[in-house]
């Protein structure tokens, strides 16, 4: 995992940035979709622009290099962010399918929100609270010895769960009883995801599983959210994916 070169950013710096990176998380949702009914286009630009914002704020703070992040072991992050993301395959596959696009509009759903949301998201819930808590462990000294630094490695997955719980709620299909089974699908495929960043230390992980899961999603019909219909009528309840107990709930 690379580490904050900085030697200011100990581990209470760390922690302020994941108080701002969770804060964040929950408001970009909650605000964007919710409070202001953003449909999904620009709301994917909107969470583009706070997620890069947010990371390049973080990497600066701390001095960590992005040239580490994207470059090492970046096979093996690779190998294993196809891991991460085909896991959840059966999951989509149990999905009822819907009509899906075809032809340049279907490429630029690919593009739009499976490259670049999947980017989005996979900085925001998969990679920096990740870095914020591992950064936070090793100014600790909880990575210096072998037991320590298992532990250190759970708090961070433990972190980045609630980071992913709470950017989910700020969307309101993912809210109440029935939307448990949905998020507790969000919490399986984009804690993969993290675990996938902490093993291999490298961003690649995180973003190729991320967009593997909206290509799957996109090849499948299914709405990614902000959902037009939870936007349409307040109150009704989406009719996406729910895929939980029987498989993964839509992660995003």
């Known amino acids: ?45 909107t969470l583009t622009v706070v997620t890069l914002a947010l990371a390049a704020g973080y990497l600066s703070w701390s001095e960590t290099s992005f040239v580490d992040l994207a470059t090492t072991d970046w096979v093996w992050a690779i190998a294993a962010g196809l891991v991460a993301g085909l896991v959840v ?9 819907h009509e899906r696009r075809h032809g340049s509009a279907l490429a630029m759903q690919l593009a739009w929100e499976g490259v670049i949301y999947g980017i989005a998201e996979a900085l925001l819930l998969a990679t920096l609270p990740v870095l914020a808590v591992w950064h936070a462990a090793e100014d600790l000294g909880w990575t210096d010895s072998l037991w320590p630094k298992i532990g250190a490695g759970a708090f961070t997955v433990v972190g980045a769960l609630v980071v992913i719980v709470v950017h989910h709620l700020g969307y309101r299909g993912f809210r109440g009883a029935a939307a448990r089974p949905r998020l507790m699908g969000a919490l399986l495929g984009c804690g993969l995801q993290a675990l996938a960043f902490l093993l291999t230390g490298n961003v690649l992980a995180p ?25 349409a009528t307040p109150g009704v309840e989406p009719q996406t994916a729910s895929w939980m107990p029987e498989a993964l709930a839509p992660a995003r």
């Open 207 to 231: 973003i190729v599983a991320h967009i593997v899961l909206h290509w799957q999603m996109a090849f499948r019909g299914v709405e990614l959210p902000p959902e037009a219909g939870s936007r």
């Open 89 to 97: 395959a059966p999951g989509v596959r149990r999905l009822q399918p």
């Open 1 to 45: 995992m690379p580490v904050a070169a900085d030697p200011s950013f100990g581990s209470l710096e760390a922690a302020v940035a994941f108080g701002v990176i969770l804060l964040v998380a929950f408001l970009v949702t909650w605000v964007v979709t919710d409070l202001l009914r953003v449909p999904r286009a620009p709301y994917v630009a």
